[in-house]
DNA sequence: CAAAAAACGTTGGACACCCCAACGAAGATC
DNA sequence: GATCTTCGTTGGGGTGTCCAACGTTTTTTG
Protein backbone atom coordinates (compact mmCIF):
# COMPACT_ATOMS: atom_id res chain seq x y z
CA UNK A 1 0.00 0.00 0.00
CA UNK A 2 1.41 3.57 0.62
CA UNK A 3 0.59 3.92 -2.71
CA UNK A 4 2.45 7.42 -3.77
CA UNK A 5 -0.30 9.58 -4.12
CA UNK A 6 1.70 11.03 -6.61
CA UNK A 7 -0.47 12.18 -9.50
CA UNK A 8 -1.62 15.35 -7.06
CA UNK A 9 -1.61 17.91 -10.21
CA UNK A 10 -3.41 15.46 -12.00
CA UNK A 11 -6.45 15.48 -9.20
CA UNK A 12 -6.73 19.30 -9.55
CA UNK A 13 -6.49 18.96 -13.23
CA UNK A 14 -9.78 16.78 -12.42
CA UNK A 15 -11.45 19.28 -9.82
CA UNK A 16 -14.48 21.29 -10.99
CA UNK A 17 -12.90 24.17 -10.36
CA UNK A 18 -9.66 23.70 -12.37
CA UNK A 19 -11.71 22.32 -15.07
CA UNK A 20 -14.28 25.16 -14.77
CA UNK A 21 -11.75 28.06 -15.11
CA UNK A 22 -10.15 26.59 -18.28
CA UNK A 23 -13.08 25.96 -20.45
CA UNK A 24 -14.14 30.05 -19.11
CA UNK A 25 -10.84 31.20 -20.21
CA UNK A 26 -10.84 29.25 -23.46
CA UNK A 27 -14.36 30.91 -23.84
CA UNK A 28 -13.32 33.87 -23.09
CA UNK A 29 -10.80 33.57 -25.54
CA UNK A 30 -13.16 32.41 -28.57
CA UNK A 31 -15.84 35.34 -27.56
CA UNK A 32 -12.90 37.58 -27.59
CA UNK A 33 -11.75 36.90 -31.00
CA UNK A 34 -14.86 36.58 -32.55
CA UNK A 35 -16.03 40.29 -31.00
CA UNK A 36 -12.68 41.68 -31.98
CA UNK A 37 -14.27 42.77 -35.28
CA UNK A 38 -16.74 44.64 -33.49
CA UNK A 39 -13.91 46.40 -31.35
CA UNK A 40 -16.42 45.21 -28.42
CA UNK A 41 -16.41 42.31 -25.73
CA UNK A 42 -18.67 40.47 -23.58
CA UNK A 43 -19.68 43.01 -21.22
CA UNK A 44 -20.97 44.80 -24.43
CA UNK A 45 -22.92 42.21 -25.85
CA UNK A 46 -24.58 42.04 -22.87
CA UNK A 47 -25.49 45.54 -22.00
CA UNK A 48 -25.55 45.87 -25.41
CA UNK A 49 -28.82 43.13 -25.68
CA UNK A 50 -30.34 44.48 -22.45
CA UNK A 51 -30.80 47.79 -23.96
CA UNK A 52 -31.96 46.41 -26.92
CA UNK A 53 -34.43 44.36 -24.32
CA UNK A 54 -36.01 46.75 -21.86
CA UNK A 55 -36.29 49.99 -24.22
CA UNK A 56 -35.01 52.76 -23.38
CA UNK A 57 -33.64 52.00 -20.06
CA UNK A 58 -31.48 54.38 -17.07
CA UNK A 59 -27.95 53.07 -16.34
CA UNK A 60 -29.22 52.03 -13.29
CA UNK A 61 -31.99 49.59 -14.31
CA UNK A 62 -29.58 48.29 -16.69
CA UNK A 63 -26.78 47.19 -14.10
CA UNK A 64 -29.65 45.57 -11.96
CA UNK A 65 -30.51 43.89 -15.47
CA UNK A 66 -27.11 42.81 -16.35
CA UNK A 67 -25.24 42.36 -13.15
CA UNK A 68 -22.35 44.82 -14.07
CA UNK A 69 -21.01 47.18 -11.87
CA UNK A 70 -22.24 50.79 -12.16
CA UNK A 71 -18.41 51.57 -12.33
CA UNK A 72 -18.04 49.15 -15.23
CA UNK A 73 -21.42 50.07 -16.52
CA UNK A 74 -19.93 53.50 -17.06
CA UNK A 75 -16.67 52.55 -19.16
CA UNK A 76 -19.07 49.76 -21.46
CA UNK A 77 -21.75 52.67 -22.34
CA UNK A 78 -19.29 55.35 -22.99
CA UNK A 79 -17.53 52.42 -25.82
CA UNK A 80 -21.40 51.47 -26.86
CA UNK A 81 -21.71 55.32 -26.87
CA UNK A 82 -18.71 56.31 -28.65
CA UNK A 83 -19.48 53.68 -31.41
CA UNK A 84 -22.75 54.97 -31.73
CA UNK A 85 -24.43 51.88 -30.88
CA UNK A 86 -26.73 53.58 -28.09
CA UNK A 87 -27.43 57.25 -27.17
CA UNK A 88 -27.42 58.52 -23.58
CA UNK A 89 -29.40 61.21 -23.12
CA UNK A 90 -30.48 63.14 -19.93
CA UNK A 91 -33.56 62.34 -18.37
CA UNK A 92 -36.20 65.25 -18.51
CA UNK A 93 -38.49 63.87 -16.06
CA UNK A 94 -35.03 62.68 -13.68
CA UNK A 95 -32.26 65.01 -14.12
CA UNK A 96 -30.62 62.17 -12.63
CA UNK A 97 -31.08 59.28 -15.05
CA UNK A 98 -29.46 59.06 -18.83
CA UNK A 99 -32.04 57.75 -20.84
CA UNK A 100 -29.91 54.73 -22.80
CA UNK A 101 -31.22 53.67 -26.20
CA UNK A 102 -30.30 51.78 -29.01
CA UNK A 103 -29.56 52.80 -32.37
CA UNK A 104 -30.07 51.54 -35.34
CA UNK A 105 -26.40 50.59 -36.28
CA UNK A 106 -26.74 49.02 -32.73
CA UNK A 107 -29.73 46.59 -33.59
CA UNK A 108 -27.72 45.86 -36.27
CA UNK A 109 -24.44 45.06 -34.39
CA UNK A 110 -26.51 43.24 -31.80
CA UNK A 111 -27.49 40.59 -34.45
CA UNK A 112 -23.83 40.29 -35.90
CA UNK A 113 -22.72 39.86 -32.13
CA UNK A 114 -25.62 37.20 -31.62
CA UNK A 115 -24.38 35.16 -34.44
CA UNK A 116 -20.53 35.93 -33.82
CA UNK A 117 -21.20 34.73 -30.35
CA UNK A 118 -23.40 31.66 -31.38
CA UNK A 119 -20.18 30.62 -33.78
CA UNK A 120 -17.76 30.87 -31.29
CA UNK A 121 -19.96 29.05 -29.05
CA UNK A 122 -20.45 26.27 -31.04
CA UNK A 123 -16.57 26.23 -31.61
CA UNK A 124 -16.33 25.96 -27.89
CA UNK A 125 -18.69 22.76 -27.71
CA UNK A 126 -17.77 21.53 -30.47
CA UNK A 127 -15.97 18.52 -28.72
CA UNK A 128 -19.45 17.61 -27.51
CA UNK A 129 -22.31 15.72 -29.87
CA UNK A 130 -25.48 17.58 -30.15
CA UNK A 131 -27.16 15.57 -27.30
CA UNK A 132 -23.97 15.73 -24.95
CA UNK A 133 -24.55 19.85 -25.71
CA UNK A 134 -27.74 20.17 -24.30
CA UNK A 135 -27.20 17.67 -21.36
CA UNK A 136 -24.01 20.02 -20.53
CA UNK A 137 -25.43 23.16 -20.48
CA UNK A 138 -28.22 22.11 -18.58
CA UNK A 139 -25.88 21.03 -15.81
CA UNK A 140 -23.65 23.87 -15.95
CA UNK A 141 -27.09 26.46 -15.35
CA UNK A 142 -27.72 24.55 -12.36
CA UNK A 143 -24.26 24.63 -11.16
CA UNK A 144 -23.86 28.61 -12.55
CA UNK A 145 -26.92 29.24 -10.37
CA UNK A 146 -25.59 30.36 -6.67
CA UNK A 147 -28.23 29.87 -4.55
CA UNK A 148 -26.44 30.16 -1.28
CA UNK A 149 -27.22 27.86 1.53
CA UNK A 150 -30.39 25.93 0.79
CA UNK A 151 -31.93 24.66 3.91
CA UNK A 152 -30.46 26.02 7.17
CA UNK A 153 -33.53 25.56 9.24
CA UNK B 1 -43.10 36.18 -37.92
CA UNK B 2 -40.69 38.44 -36.87
CA UNK B 3 -41.49 37.30 -33.58
CA UNK B 4 -40.44 39.82 -30.83
CA UNK B 5 -36.49 38.60 -30.46
CA UNK B 6 -37.25 40.02 -27.64
CA UNK B 7 -34.87 38.09 -24.83
CA UNK B 8 -32.01 38.88 -26.15
CA UNK B 9 -30.35 39.15 -22.32
CA UNK B 10 -31.73 35.61 -21.79
CA UNK B 11 -29.95 34.28 -25.00
CA UNK B 12 -26.48 35.43 -23.68
CA UNK B 13 -27.42 34.22 -20.19
CA UNK B 14 -27.96 30.75 -22.13
CA UNK B 15 -24.79 30.63 -23.84
CA UNK B 16 -22.15 28.19 -22.66
CA UNK B 17 -19.36 30.90 -22.68
CA UNK B 18 -22.10 32.99 -20.13
CA UNK B 19 -22.80 29.93 -18.13
CA UNK B 20 -19.25 29.22 -17.80
CA UNK B 21 -17.78 32.24 -16.79
CA UNK B 22 -20.36 32.54 -14.00
CA UNK B 23 -19.60 29.09 -13.12
CA UNK B 24 -16.07 29.12 -12.75
CA UNK B 25 -16.29 32.60 -10.82
CA UNK B 26 -18.25 30.47 -8.45
CA UNK B 27 -15.82 28.46 -8.19
CA UNK B 28 -13.23 30.73 -7.65
CA UNK B 29 -14.86 32.15 -4.70
CA UNK B 30 -15.26 29.17 -3.22
CA UNK B 31 -11.45 27.93 -3.52
CA UNK B 32 -10.57 31.49 -2.63
CA UNK B 33 -12.86 31.44 0.48
CA UNK B 34 -11.74 27.83 1.11
CA UNK B 35 -7.80 28.52 1.08
CA UNK B 36 -8.21 32.17 2.70
CA UNK B 37 -7.15 30.24 5.82
CA UNK B 38 -3.94 28.93 4.91
CA UNK B 39 -3.31 32.36 2.77
CA UNK B 40 -2.89 30.75 0.07
CA UNK B 41 -4.98 30.71 -3.24
CA UNK B 42 -5.62 28.56 -6.61
CA UNK B 43 -2.26 28.80 -8.42
CA UNK B 44 -0.59 28.25 -5.17
CA UNK B 45 -2.37 24.98 -5.02
CA UNK B 46 -1.37 23.87 -8.00
CA UNK B 47 2.14 24.78 -8.23
CA UNK B 48 2.35 22.84 -4.75
CA UNK B 49 1.26 19.62 -5.87
CA UNK B 50 3.38 19.67 -8.88
CA UNK B 51 6.57 20.27 -6.72
CA UNK B 52 5.56 17.16 -4.63
CA UNK B 53 4.24 15.53 -7.94
CA UNK B 54 7.80 15.35 -9.88
CA UNK B 55 10.19 15.70 -6.87
CA UNK B 56 12.66 18.78 -6.79
CA UNK B 57 12.72 21.16 -9.91
CA UNK B 58 13.43 23.96 -11.68
CA UNK B 59 11.21 26.60 -12.15
CA UNK B 60 11.08 26.40 -15.67
CA UNK B 61 9.67 22.82 -15.70
CA UNK B 62 7.29 23.60 -13.30
CA UNK B 63 5.99 26.25 -15.07
CA UNK B 64 5.38 23.79 -18.41
CA UNK B 65 4.10 21.29 -16.23
CA UNK B 66 1.50 23.63 -14.35
CA UNK B 67 0.82 25.99 -17.82
CA UNK B 68 1.65 28.95 -15.74
CA UNK B 69 3.54 31.61 -16.98
CA UNK B 70 7.03 31.88 -15.55
CA UNK B 71 6.48 35.83 -13.93
CA UNK B 72 3.67 34.15 -12.46
CA UNK B 73 5.35 31.76 -11.39
CA UNK B 74 8.60 33.92 -9.71
CA UNK B 75 5.77 35.55 -7.27
CA UNK B 76 3.55 31.85 -6.82
CA UNK B 77 7.12 30.74 -5.83
CA UNK B 78 8.10 33.68 -3.39
CA UNK B 79 4.76 32.92 -1.77
CA UNK B 80 5.36 29.51 -0.97
CA UNK B 81 8.77 30.16 -0.20
CA UNK B 82 8.07 32.81 2.10
CA UNK B 83 5.38 30.28 3.90
CA UNK B 84 8.55 27.63 4.10
CA UNK B 85 6.53 25.69 1.98
CA UNK B 86 8.95 24.77 -0.59
CA UNK B 87 12.44 25.25 -0.74
CA UNK B 88 14.25 27.84 -3.69
CA UNK B 89 18.23 26.82 -4.23
CA UNK B 90 20.41 27.49 -6.79
CA UNK B 91 20.95 24.60 -8.85
CA UNK B 92 25.10 23.81 -8.60
CA UNK B 93 24.95 21.70 -11.89
CA UNK B 94 22.95 24.64 -13.90
CA UNK B 95 23.73 28.05 -12.52
CA UNK B 96 20.57 28.91 -14.24
CA UNK B 97 17.91 27.01 -12.58
CA UNK B 98 16.34 27.36 -9.03
CA UNK B 99 15.90 23.82 -7.48
CA UNK B 100 12.28 24.12 -6.11
CA UNK B 101 11.82 21.27 -3.05
CA UNK B 102 8.80 20.81 -1.00
CA UNK B 103 9.52 20.76 2.93
CA UNK B 104 8.02 18.92 5.60
CA UNK B 105 5.47 21.85 6.32
CA UNK B 106 4.83 22.24 2.32
CA UNK B 107 3.48 18.23 2.37
CA UNK B 108 0.88 18.64 4.84
CA UNK B 109 -0.19 21.76 3.90
CA UNK B 110 -0.55 20.17 0.48
CA UNK B 111 -2.31 17.44 2.23
CA UNK B 112 -4.95 20.66 3.93
CA UNK B 113 -5.30 21.98 0.67
CA UNK B 114 -6.15 18.73 -1.18
CA UNK B 115 -9.12 18.71 1.50
CA UNK B 116 -9.99 22.04 1.37
CA UNK B 117 -10.34 22.03 -1.85
CA UNK B 118 -12.63 19.10 -2.14
CA UNK B 119 -14.90 20.29 0.24
CA UNK B 120 -15.69 23.26 -1.72
CA UNK B 121 -15.46 21.64 -5.32
CA UNK B 122 -18.32 19.54 -3.31
CA UNK B 123 -20.09 22.78 -2.36
CA UNK B 124 -19.57 24.08 -5.90
CA UNK B 125 -21.70 20.87 -7.40
CA UNK B 126 -23.86 21.12 -4.66
CA UNK B 127 -26.76 21.03 -6.98
CA UNK B 128 -25.86 17.72 -8.73
CA UNK B 129 -26.81 14.31 -7.93
CA UNK B 130 -23.10 12.02 -7.79
CA UNK B 131 -24.14 10.45 -11.23
CA UNK B 132 -24.63 13.94 -12.79
CA UNK B 133 -21.61 14.76 -11.25
CA UNK B 134 -19.46 12.64 -13.14
CA UNK B 135 -21.46 12.96 -16.36
CA UNK B 136 -20.89 16.81 -16.23
CA UNK B 137 -17.22 16.26 -14.62
CA UNK B 138 -16.75 14.10 -17.98
CA UNK B 139 -18.26 16.55 -20.50
CA UNK B 140 -16.53 19.35 -19.17
CA UNK B 141 -12.93 18.03 -19.39
CA UNK B 142 -13.94 17.90 -22.93
CA UNK B 143 -14.36 20.69 -23.58
CA UNK B 144 -11.71 22.19 -21.27
CA UNK B 145 -9.26 20.47 -23.25
CA UNK B 146 -8.31 22.93 -26.76
CA UNK B 147 -7.11 21.02 -29.07
CA UNK B 148 -7.27 23.70 -31.52
CA UNK B 149 -7.70 22.67 -35.07
CA UNK B 150 -9.08 19.07 -35.41
CA UNK B 151 -8.62 17.47 -38.80
CA UNK B 152 -7.23 20.47 -41.11
CA UNK B 153 -6.14 17.55 -43.59
C1' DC C 1 37.19 27.13 -30.00
C1' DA C 2 34.64 31.11 -30.74
C1' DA C 3 30.09 32.68 -32.14
C1' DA C 4 25.33 32.11 -32.36
C1' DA C 5 21.26 30.13 -30.41
C1' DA C 6 18.58 28.60 -26.75
C1' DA C 7 16.95 28.24 -21.94
C1' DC C 8 16.71 30.16 -17.21
C1' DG C 9 14.79 33.37 -13.74
C1' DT C 10 13.34 38.07 -13.26
C1' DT C 11 11.07 42.53 -14.03
C1' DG C 12 7.63 45.47 -16.09
C1' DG C 13 3.46 45.86 -18.24
C1' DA C 14 -1.07 44.77 -20.22
C1' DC C 15 -5.91 42.82 -20.41
C1' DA C 16 -10.47 40.80 -18.86
C1' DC C 17 -13.72 40.29 -15.39
C1' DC C 18 -15.26 41.26 -10.60
C1' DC C 19 -16.18 43.99 -6.50
C1' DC C 20 -16.28 47.95 -2.99
C1' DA C 21 -16.24 52.93 -1.15
C1' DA C 22 -17.21 57.62 -1.68
C1' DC C 23 -18.83 61.76 -3.87
C1' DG C 24 -22.03 65.61 -5.77
C1' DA C 25 -26.42 66.13 -7.90
C1' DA C 26 -31.19 65.22 -7.91
C1' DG C 27 -35.47 63.05 -6.39
C1' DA C 28 -38.44 60.97 -2.78
C1' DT C 29 -40.06 60.87 1.96
C1' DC C 30 -41.37 62.56 6.28
C1' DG D 1 -37.62 71.94 4.89
C1' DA D 2 -34.55 68.32 6.51
C1' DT D 3 -33.50 63.48 5.78
C1' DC D 4 -32.87 59.63 3.11
C1' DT D 5 -32.39 57.37 -1.13
C1' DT D 6 -31.13 56.88 -5.93
C1' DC D 7 -28.28 58.13 -9.92
C1' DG D 8 -24.03 58.54 -12.52
C1' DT D 9 -19.23 59.09 -11.81
C1' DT D 10 -14.51 58.58 -10.07
C1' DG D 11 -10.91 56.07 -7.62
C1' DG D 12 -9.17 51.92 -5.99
C1' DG D 13 -8.39 46.83 -5.22
C1' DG D 14 -8.08 41.81 -6.44
C1' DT D 15 -7.68 37.44 -9.30
C1' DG D 16 -6.19 34.92 -13.32
C1' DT D 17 -3.98 35.07 -17.92
C1' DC D 18 -0.57 36.50 -21.10
C1' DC D 19 3.41 39.00 -23.65
C1' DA D 20 8.02 41.52 -24.23
C1' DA D 21 12.50 42.31 -22.76
C1' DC D 22 16.82 41.78 -20.13
C1' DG D 23 21.13 39.76 -18.09
C1' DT D 24 23.01 35.35 -17.10
C1' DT D 25 24.31 30.78 -18.18
C1' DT D 26 24.23 26.66 -20.96
C1' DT D 27 24.01 24.41 -25.36
C1' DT D 28 24.54 24.19 -30.15
C1' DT D 29 26.98 25.16 -34.30
C1' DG D 30 29.99 26.88 -37.79
Request: hydrophobic share 45%; glycine share 8%.
Given at each position: MTEPHEPALDRI??????????AAGRGRRLL????????????????LAAVADIGPVAQAALGRETGFDPKDMVGILNDLQRARLVTRTPDPDD??????????????????????????????LAALTPAEREQFVALL????EEREEGPVA
Open positions: RALPSWLLNRGEAFAHEGLRMPHHAVRRKNVIALTAEGRSCLGRLAQLGDEANRALARVA
